[in-house]
Nanobody, 121 residues
């Protein structure tokens, strides 16, 4: 298993930047695909960005060109650099880890507690 702890959220004005961090422990981090998800008030959780164990990245259309996901396997940490923030980016952001090992055929997903990002207009 893996434990995830997010940090770096806060209140910023539109156009500002934040850098979220997700520190992992308790597992072999190098083999895990990682991602950031978010849930805005009254809405479903949505994928923001992913990065595979090999370093390949993907982004939601709404954040392309503004957000960058990265990972440091030595530090067992994944980051989300958020630039040019908009009020619609306001949400609770969650870190996700996806294990390459299935248990009973099921993919194992692990989640952090979430960190609040609020962007004022």
């Amino acid at each position: 298993q893996v434990q995830l702890v997010e940090s770096g959220g806060g209140l910023v004005q539109a156009g500002g930047s934040l850098r979220l961090s997700c520190a992992a422990s308790g597992s072999i981090f190098v083999f895990y695909d990682m991602g950031w998800y978010r849930r805005a008030p009254g809405k479903q959780r949505e994928l923001v960005a992913t990065i595979t164990s090999g370093g390949n990245t993907d982004y939601a259309d709404s954040v392309k060109g503004r957000f960058t996901i990265s990972r440091d396997n030595a530090l067992k940490t994944v980051y989300l650099q958020m630039n040019s923030l908009k009020p619609e980016d306001t949400a609770v952001y969650y870190c996700n880890a996806r294990s390459p090992i299935r248990v009973g055929g099921a993919v194992q997903n692990y989640w952090g507690q979430g960190t609040q990002v609020t962007v004022s207009s």
